[in-house]
């Protein structure tokens, strides 16, 4: 089964911007593996913010943005709140097989 | 505005079958707009996905596939998930979701596995 590999811990201070990678061991991450990502708060269930590497919902904040960079899919932060200290998590389809990475604890710092 | 609701028990005794339903309001769960997962997350760990269904077509974690069945009740807007021969491992949060285009995330369900 192949493993996704997110960043353990990323601390950025409050108006920052940071950038948050997701890789696959099989090797570059394309649109084709539909990068999702989420957004979990301590006692929460997880909250979607990005599918298919870019899209959006409703609820996202606008700060959130998703891409491919560097053959990894990358979700990332830009004028980052206090409110966005949490544990992200990606997503990927490795046809209909949905493998997570471990997550990444960001502090807001 | 489609909201997802576990039930089941939240006590296993191990070797045996944990059963958890997930009920859809809002929507139905036949429309064939939503791909119907299940995922897991042990206390201070990460996220787990167990499977989907979707237009009656599933597909499980090849680590747990073995023990694992995914269906859906269309008579009760439902979808189950069993896992056989539980252990300690199993222990976890039990999620159900709908992912991608339109998603939507249950509370969770805290399943343990203890004799």
């Known amino acids: 089964q192949a493993v996704v590999t997110q960043e353990p811990s990323l601390t950025v201070s409050p108006g920052g911007t940071v950038t948050l990678t997701c890789a696959s061991s099989?090797?570059?991450?394309?649109?084709?593996?539909?990068p999702n990502w989420f957004q979990q708060k301590p006692g929460q269930a997880p909250r979607a913010l990005i599918y298919?590497?870019?899209s959006k919902y409703s609820w996202t904040p606008a700060r959130f943005s998703g891409s491919l960079l560097g053959g990894n899919a990358a979700l990332t932060l830009s004028g980052v709140q206090p409110e966005d200290e949490a544990d992200y998590y990606c997503?990927?389809?490795?046809?209909?097989?949905?493998?997570f990475g471990g997550g990444t604890k960001l502090t807001v710092l | 505005q489609v909201q997802l609701q576990e039930s089941g028990p939240g006590l296993v005794k191990p070797s045996q079958t944990l059963s958890l339903t997930c009920t859809v309001s809002?929507?139905?769960?036949?429309?064939?707009?939503?791909?119907w997962n299940w995922i897991r997350q042990p206390a201070g760990k990460g996220l787990e996905w167990i499977g989907r269904?979707?237009?009656?077509?599933?597909t499980y974690n090849p680590s747990l596939k073995s023990r694992v069945t995914i269906s859906v009740d269309t008579s009760k807007n439902q979808f189950s998930l069993r896992l056989g021969s539980v252990t300690a491992a199993d222990t976890a949060v039990y999620y159900c979701?709908?992912?991608?285009?339109?998603?939507?995330w249950g509370q969770g369900a805290l399943v343990t596995v203890s004799s």
């Open positions: 809002g929507d139905s769960i036949s429309s064939g707009r939503y791909y």
């Open positions: 997503l990927l389809y490795y046809g209909a097989q949905g493998v």
């Open positions: 298919s590497a870019y």
């Open positions: 099989t090797g570059t991450v394309t649109s084709g593996y539909y």
């Open positions: 269904i979707y237009a009656s077509v599933t």
């Open positions: 979701a709908s992912l991608g285009s339109d998603s939507y």
